[in-house]
């Protein structure tokens, strides 16, 4: 009959979910900013969703997990064989690692300023930006500073970064732009001395790990950021 002229594939609700999942975790991971209505939206869709009884959530090659194990991995391999690119791609580290106990802003986690630790009755804090964005207000952005309880481990991790990075000049701010320009020379943008890591070269960062990292080097195919 006419009714069936148009070739509509109708997938199954857990594969519905789980490909909504995927692509929640990905934007998370990736922008969470940017897209933060976006997956709103797709959460609520996703809750409405009835799962068959014998569905069980397996994570994808596309899920972030994967995602964390390269990065872990790739960590640890590293530090290890003292790796010439180990600083390349340890922003990113320090990023997962500080966002998963505290959730920032990529650009707040670029504006942390490198004397940013101390410590108090034995235990490490860290103290970063928070940007309230004005709309309205030529000046878009204030900046207020918040001081959070950081686990002894992860202040470690940081300090590893601030001694390793020194080699290549001292820099205002946590996440050294000297050490990002000297992995990644042809990003032709020019700099003074007191440049900031930001939002660009995060983003570049990122896509050079996706590339040389998760694609090259353990084969895995993320088909969402191939498209």
Not at 161 to 170: P, V
Not at 198 to 219: C, D, L, Q, R
Request: proline letters at 3%.
């Amino acid at each position: 009959g006419s009714k069936n002229q148009y070739n509509v594939k109708k997938v199954s609700n857990n594969v519905m979910y789980r490909f909504i999942s995927d692509l929640v975790n990905f934007l998370e991971f990736y922008n969470r900013d940017e897209f933060v209505y976006f997956i709103n939206d797709l959460n609520e869709h996703k809750a409405k969703i009835k799962l068959e009884k014998n569905y069980r959530k397996l994570p994808s090659f596309k899920d972030i997990l994967t995602i964390k194990q390269c990065l872990d991995s790739w960590y640890e391999e590293a530090v290890k064989n003292d790796s010439e690119k180990l600083l390349k791609y340890f922003p990113l580290v320090l990023w997962w690692n500080l966002t998963t106990i505290i959730p920032m802003r990529v650009i707040e986690f670029c504006h942390i300023k490198r004397n940013c630790f101390s410590l108090k009755d034995g235990n490490y804090f860290i103290t970063f930006p928070r940007m309230k964005y004005d709309r309205i207000s030529t000046h878009r952005t204030d900046i207020e500073y918040d001081t959070l309880p950081i686990p002894q481990e992860l202040y470690d991790l940081f300090q590893n970064y601030l001694i390793r990075s020194e080699q290549y000049g001292l820099s205002n701010y946590l996440i050294s732009h000297k050490v990002y320009r000297h992995y990644f020379s042809d990003d032709k943008k020019t700099y003074d001395d007191n440049s900031l890591f930001n939002y660009h070269n995060f983003n570049n960062t990122i896509a050079s790990f996706f590339k040389e990292i998760v694609h090259e080097k353990y084969k895995i195919n993320i088909i969402s950021i191939n498209k």
